[in-house]
């Protein structure tokens, strides 16, 4: 079971956008509209932010949304506040033995 | 509001085994509609899907740490459990247990998380 990829690292200054890629294989992101992303900020738990790929839960600001091309998924936040630095991680379905694969996180940084 | 809490030992020796039970409280463990799991976190590193488990005992594990990891489920007591076997110091980490919600009979997301708790793996 690989990781998905995700850059490790991603920068932008108060109200620009920013997108964080999220690599997969045609066995997980590639195959199935069960792509989510979660916020971490240090010492919490992570927070649940997309989901099916582009569904915002309820209370989840606007700003956040989601995306997929081919094996490749996407989150752009828009408007960037201080509040989004954070570390941000995608997650897909893989099937019916692997179930679940994250991927490896990627800091944002909030100039 | 759904809430779930992980309890257990914070730190085990090498070659045992790690305990942890998640408790749910404000819901039922027996919903239809979810998917129970635990996933870990390094300390600096990413996160990892350990395992998940459906109200009916049917369990799925990460194939890296499946020959170590068992899963339960006590719908008597609204809660679930984590055993990890042979650790060593790789398995020192924060654990969460978490919701993982079904859609079309399949997982999708992890939509409701416990606060985590930190186990250590030293002699």
């Known amino acids: 079971q690989s990781a998905l990829t995700q850059p490790a690292s991603v920068s932008g200054s108060p109200g620009q956008s920013i997108t964080i890629s999220c690599t997969g294989t045609s066995s997980d992101v590639g195959s199935y509209n069960l792509v989510s992303w979660y916020q971490q900020h240090p010492g919490k738990a992570p927070k649940l932010m997309i989901y099916e790929v582009s569904k915002r839960p309820s209370g989840v600001s606007n700003r956040f949304s989601g995306s997929k091309s081919g094996n490749t998924a996407s989150l752009t936040i828009s408007g960037l506040q201080a509040e989004d630095e954070a570390d941000y991680y995608c997650?897909?379905?893989?099937?019916?033995?692997?179930?679940?694969?994250f991927g490896g996180g990627t800091k944002l940084t909030v100039l | 509001q759904l809430q779930l809490q992980e309890s257990g030992p914070g730190l085990v020796k090498p070659s045992e085994t790690l305990s942890l039970t998640c408790t749910v409280s404000?819901?039922?463990?027996?919903?239809?509609?979810?998917?129970w799991g635990w996933i870990r976190q390094p300390p600096g590193k990413g996160l990892e899907w350990i395992g998940s488990i459906y109200y009916s005992g049917s369990t799925y594990y990460n194939p890296s740490l499946k020959s170590r990891v068992t899963i339960s489920v006590d719908t008597s007591k609204n809660q679930f459990s984590l055993k990890l076997s042979s650790v060593t110091a790789a398995d020192t980490a924060v654990y969460y247990c978490?919701?993982?919600?079904?859609?079309?009979?399949?997982?999708?997301?992890?939509?409701?998380w416990g606060q985590g708790t930190m186990v250590t793996v030293s002699s």
């Open positions: 404000g819901g039922s463990i027996s919903s239809s509609s979810y998917y």
């Open positions: 978490a919701r993982l919600q079904i859609t079309m009979i399949v997982p999708d997301a992890f939509d409701i």
């Open positions: 997650c897909s379905y893989a099937g019916s033995s692997t179930l679940v694969v």
